[in-house]
């Protein structure tokens, strides 16, 4: 009997979906199907490709009210909060609009004796591994650009969103994609890196853990196939002395405690200039205070449960380490705290780089708070870190936003605002948050090769 990937639900610990693992020969068939396909698909007019995955997008559209519920099943998200076709949408409709530009021929110069120009080229099967956090927003940032570019795709999600891509490739298809064009699979980590090994795909695309991203490069190590990484972060808000204090509050811990703090891009560690210092301290200790945690299905609640008890202990840990080093907590524990994925939001004082809820990725609803002096300071313990996703920098001087993001070891600086992914901006990463680039014009090229024509119009 093969094994079974179930999906266990954050709110009560039961088993809310489970499917069977392909086997090897079943694997190695659907990649073979979708290299078969690829050059038809690509052969295809490109509006064709455009509106077909349109069509598609808007098909997990009219399935919306039914995703919202499977989301706070499968990984604790508040109906409140809506779904993520709003963002889904955005990237696919934006990368889309740009698709003409961004594939274009890039001409180099055309005279009597020549013409030359660079073609951009799909690479082929792209194998998408997207996340449970965001994980119809992730899957899409490659998903769409890979069809409209002429790739064909196949999609891996994490277990703990079993249903994500199954709802997907079942839109995709009922609109028009042809099934070995689009195909969703099933898989564990040993068949993953089998097919990966054994050349199984052109390109692969992977959001998860440093670990993980590791075990991929590994796989593909020798094979020469291309592997895009978003790994980890540990993402920095610095709140300089002329920043707009109130908006900064409402943001930064937005970012730090939004889907229980489960966001690539969600703020982990906060500087704050000491003249802000306590005043921010205590507007950002009253807002945490006002969350309301709770079932993801009550309309009440701001804030569910971790997606994993696991993930849960693992902040838990971090909290009381730091507590244990001289951190201060300022959240008393909530009631509906069970001691599993349900966990009290906390903010923590008195905080050093020495702790690991300062260094390690948290991935969960707590944030340490440091007083800074200076923009340098700000720089340095912004940059002693592994990691480098986003910075989130807060001020009224562009000038000084820009000077102290050129110095930000960092994929995106942000000026007032965080946890935003922009698809007319690469989203990219350095250090042990990964390498590679999706959406924007640079997702395009990512996703296809170039290709070089030197044409000599007369032989004499």
């Known amino acids: 009997m093969g094994q079974v990937l179930k999906c266990i639900s954050p709110i009560d610990g039961s088993v809310y979906a489970e499917r069977n693992i392909l086997s090897r020969d079943e694997a190695f068939e659907i990649a073979s199907n979708a290299r078969a396909?690829?050059?038809?698909?690509?052969?295809?007019?490109?509006?064709?490709?455009?509106?077909?995955?349109?069509?598609?997008?808007?098909?997990?559209?009219?399935?919306?009210?039914?995703?919202?519920?499977?989301?706070?099943?499968?990984?604790?998200?508040?109906?409140?909060?809506?779904?993520?076709?709003?963002?889904?949408?955005?990237?696919?409709?934006?990368?889309?609009?740009?698709?003409?530009?961004?594939?274009?021929?890039?001409?180099?110069?055309?005279?009597?004796?020549?013409?030359?120009?660079?073609?951009?080229?799909?690479?082929?099967?792209?194998?998408?591994?997207?996340?449970?956090?965001?994980?119809?927003?992730?899957?899409?940032?490659?998903?769409?650009?890979?069809?409209?570019?002429?790739?064909?795709?196949?999609?891996?999600?994490?277990?703990?969103?079993?249903?994500?891509?199954?709802?997907?490739?079942?839109?995709?298809?009922?609109?028009?994609?042809?099934?070995?064009?689009?195909?969703?699979?099933?898989?564990?980590?040993?068949?993953?890196?089998?097919?990966?090994?054994?050349?199984?795909?052109?390109?692969?695309?992977?959001?998860?853990?440093?670990?993980?991203?590791?075990s991929m490069e590994l796989a593909a190590a020798g094979t020469f196939t291309g592997v895009g990484t978003e790994l980890g972060g540990k993402d920095p808000g610095y709140v300089m002395d002329d920043a707009e204090l109130d908006a900064a509050v409402e943001t930064l811990i937005?970012?730090?405690?939004?889907?229980?703090?489960?966001?690539?891009?969600?703020?982990?560690?906060?500087?704050?200039?000491?003249?802000?210092?306590?005043?921010?301290?205590?507007?950002?200790?009253?807002?945490?205070?006002?969350?309301?945690?709770?079932?993801?299905?009550?309309?009440?609640?701001?804030?569910?449960?971790?997606?994993?008890i696991r993930f849960a202990d693992e902040v838990r840990a971090q909290i009381s380490e730091a507590v244990a080093a001289g951190a201060v907590a300022h959240i008393d524990r909530m009631p509906e705290d069970d001691g599993g994925a349900f966990l009290t939001p906390q903010i923590l004082t008195d905080v050093s780089h020495d702790m690991r809820v300062m260094r390690d990725e948290s991935f969960g609803p707590v944030v340490g708070i440091m007083k800074v002096s200076s923009d340098e300071q700000a720089i340095a313990l912004i940059n002693d870190s592994e990691f480098g996703l986003t910075a989130s920098l807060w001020t009224s001087d562009l000038d000084r936003a820009e000077r102290v993001g050129n110095e930000i070891e960092t994929g995106t600086v942000f000026m007032n605002r965080a946890d935003y992914l922009d698809p007319g901006l690469c989203w990219t990463g350095c250090k042990n948050t990964g390498r590679g680039g999706g959406l924007s014009v640079i997702g395009y090229h990512n996703l296809t090769r170039p290709k070089s024509f030197h044409l000599k119009k007369e032989t004499g």
């Open 37 to 214: 396909a690829q050059p038809a698909w690509a052969a295809r007019p490109l509006r064709e490709r455009i509106d077909l995955v349109m069509a598609g997008v808007a098909a997990v559209g009219a399935m919306n009210e039914e995703v919202v519920l499977e989301l706070a099943h499968m990984m604790g998200r508040p109906v409140r909060y809506g779904g993520e076709f709003a963002g889904f949408n955005e990237r696919a409709s934006y990368m889309a609009e740009i698709a003409d530009s961004s594939l274009a021929d890039i001409e180099v110069g055309e005279d009597e004796s020549f013409r030359r120009y660079i073609k951009r080229i799909p690479h082929g099967v792209v194998f998408v591994v997207a996340p449970w956090n965001y994980p119809y927003m992730t899957a899409i940032n490659t998903v769409a650009p890979a069809l409209i570019a002429g790739n064909t795709v196949i999609l891996k999600h994490a277990t703990q969103t079993l249903l994500v891509g199954e709802r997907m490739a079942n839109a995709f298809q009922a609109a028009g994609i042809p099934e070995d064009v689009f195909q969703n699979v099933f898989l564990n980590h040993d068949l993953t890196n089998e097919l990966i090994s054994g050349n199984a795909f052109d390109f692969v695309n992977f959001t998860g853990s440093v670990g993980g991203g590791k």
């Open 254 to 308: 937005d970012g730090a405690m939004f889907n229980s703090g489960q966001c690539c891009c969600g703020i982990e560690r906060i500087y704050v200039h000491e003249s802000l210092y306590d005043d921010f301290v205590a507007k950002a200790i009253e807002a945490v205070k006002g969350y309301k945690l709770g079932n993801p299905l009550d309309a009440e609640t701001t804030i569910g449960p971790m997606a994993n």
